[in-house]
């Protein structure tokens, strides 16, 4: 499951690669921050673009909830959804049929766009990260889901079965956040498809030689270390591993 990202390009950086306007001119300086590691428990703010105004990057809460929330509610509800994953990720199987996506699979699509993400590869119990990157300059499209609640929006990221390169490495859960090509993110956020083409995309597999991919720090995972880094993104080789 994806619950690690980073995100080091500038705001003006995704706007050109996206042809979008950031939302609000006073968060450029705090997104320009780059962030070399995002824990999704944390439920930081992260910049997608919506289905509902496609020519904007918007601030959203990593984390989806209800719309019935209230957003004086949702540090108590993220306490409790942790034991669900947080809404940090969505399984692409139950985008037609979960209470909590059912709702947005056809009017609140999203992308994320992240610079990389972390996946844990499993080797005799012990979990080691490893980060995947573009080849290409710019930002990954990961597809997403979005609510509203009040003046604050929440989103998850979606996943599938894992291809044969993310089955190899996140080899104990093996899935992986679905990826969108330059094409299939525009159509993802077309308000005019129908469930036949939404399920269509959920089932692409983005294409495994646009990606690299590495062992990283160990820091990753461990709260109490401060992994939000340059460092973070860099290889790190492991004896005992033969990926």
């Keep these: 499951m994806c619950f690690h990202t980073s995100q080091i390009q500038q705001v003006e950086q995704i706007e050109k690669q996206y042809k979008v306007k950031l939302s609000d001119e006073s968060q450029r300086g705090l997104f320009d921050q780059p962030r070399y590691h ?3 428990f944390t439920h930081s703010q992260l910049l997608i673009i919506p289905q509902e105004k496609p020519s904007v990057l918007a601030a959203a809460t990593w984390g989806i909830a ?3 929330q209230k957003v004086s509610e949702l540090k108590v509800y993220y306490k409790e959804a942790v034991k669900f994953g947080g809404g940090l990720n969505a399984r692409a199987e139950k ?3 979960h209470f909590l996506y059912r ?3 056809f009017t609140k699509r999203c992308i994320v766009p992240v610079s990389a993400f972390f996946e844990p590869h499993d080797h005799k119990g012990k979990k080691y990260p490893f ?3 573009p080849k290409s300059e710019g930002s990954l499209s990961l597809a997403g889901l979005y609510t509203r609640i009040d003046n604050k929006v929440t989103f998850t990221l979606l996943t599938q079965e894992a291809s044969p390169l993310f089955a190899r490495i996140h080899n104990k859960k093996n899935r992986q956040p679905i990826i969108l090509n330059v094409k299939q993110a525009d159509h993802w ?3 005019d498809l129908k469930e036949e083409a939404i399920a269509n995309l959920l089932k692409a597999h983005f294409d495994e030689d646009q990606l690299n991919t590495h062992a990283v720090s160990t820091d990753v995972f461990h709260p109490k270390v401060n992994s939000d880094v ?6 790190v080789e492991y004896e005992e591993l033969e990926v």
């Design 38 to 40: 995002i824990n999704g």
């Design 66 to 68: 209800p719309e019935n």
């Design 95 to 97: 985008a037609f049929v």
């Design 103 to 105: 709702p947005s699979i």
């Design 131 to 133: 980060v995947f990157k």
């Design 189 to 191: 956020l077309d308000n």
């Design 230 to 235: 340059e460092e973070i993104l860099d290889r």
